[in-house]
Every structure is written in C-alpha cells, then in structure tokens.
C-alpha cells in the first residue's frame, strides 16, 4: 500500500495512493526416498494485481511476477563420500509493464524458461569436502529481467561453475 502514483503531467506530482495485491500459495515437498537419496520439490502459484494505482495500470499485474515458479533438487550420496545431486528451475514468462494499454514494442513479457543445475562433492575428511557446482548446466539462453519500455533486458546467467571448500565443525 501507498505505492507512489504521477499525476502522469510533464513535470509530475506524486501521491501515495497505489495499492498492489499478490494472492497464491506455494507448496514444497522435502524428504528422503531412501538413506541416500533425497529429493526437494517446490511450486507456487501467484495472482498479482494492481488494485490501486495510475489510471494506465488500474487492474494491471504487477511486472516480473511470473504466474507459476517450480524447482526441484535431490541428490544421491554414494559410497567413498562422494555425493551427486542435479534439479530443474522453472519460472513462467512475467509481463514487463503494469500497463492496461497495449505495449508499444515487440517485447512484451520475459518468456518462460526452465534452467537445469547440477553439483557433485566428496568428503576429504570428516571435516573437509570439496564441492563442484554448475549452474545453468544446459547452457539455456533466457532472460532474467526486462526494462519497463521494452528495450533493454539482462540476460541469465550462461552456464557457470563453482567450486568451493566446506568446512564442517
């Protein structure tokens, strides 16, 4: 609530009048299938809206809140300390502008995207473990975030790595 709204004038004035409203649910499932393996999974829906707001946006949803979002993660620990583990990121396409008018370029939304990661570890000691992450494993081309116009946008991330020491203690 009291989101600031322009009077849309050459020179605006702003009032604290906008009010925005995301009703959804978001369910989750954590556990393990047998002692070695375990398995995450996640989704959640969302309806937003701009309940209040400058006359162009009135009833318009809110930018980058794409309707549905799901992951999913497990991983398997094999003998020796090693363990391997890999998911999925789903996010659905999310519009760029709140505004009820028609958008005036082609890019309309952020289209939807699925992103796969994966990691493999080893236990050094019982201590220590050195872990490999790679995020983005498919290397999938999407984008991340949009400007209002329409003109710019930033990327994902293309595929990447980590490799980090833990410490146990």
């Known amino acids: 609530s009291n989101e600031l709204v322009s009077d849309g004038a050459p ?12 009703q959804g649910v978001e369910l989750g499932l954590v556990g393990k299938v047998s002692k070695a393996v375990s398995v995450s999974v996640g989704w959640s829906g969302m309806d937003s809206k701009i309940v209040r707001g400058a006359p162009a946006q009135q009833g318009g949803v809110i930018v980058f809140s794409p309707k549905n979002t799901f992951t999913s993660w497990a991983t398997i620990q094999l003998p020796l300390g090693v363990t391997l583990g890999g ?19 082609n890019l309309l939304d952020a ?8 990691m ?29 116009g329409g003109s710019r946008y930033a990327p ?14």
């Open 11 to 22: 020179v605006p004035t702003y009032a604290q009048v906008g009010k925005r409203r995301v």
């Open 87 to 105: 998911g999925m990121r789903y996010a659905d396409s999310s519009a760029r502008s709140s505004n009820t008018a028609a958008p005036t370029s």
């Open 111 to 118: 289209p939807a995207y699925w992103v796969g990661d994966a």
């Open 120 to 148: 493999a570890s080893y236990d050094v000691s019982k201590n220590w473990q050195v872990q490999l992450n790679v995020y983005n494993l498919f290397d999938r081309k999407y984008i991340q975030s949009l400007n209002n």
């Open 156 to 169: 994902g991330a293309q595929r990447n790595a980590l490799v980090s020491l833990n410490a146990k203690f």
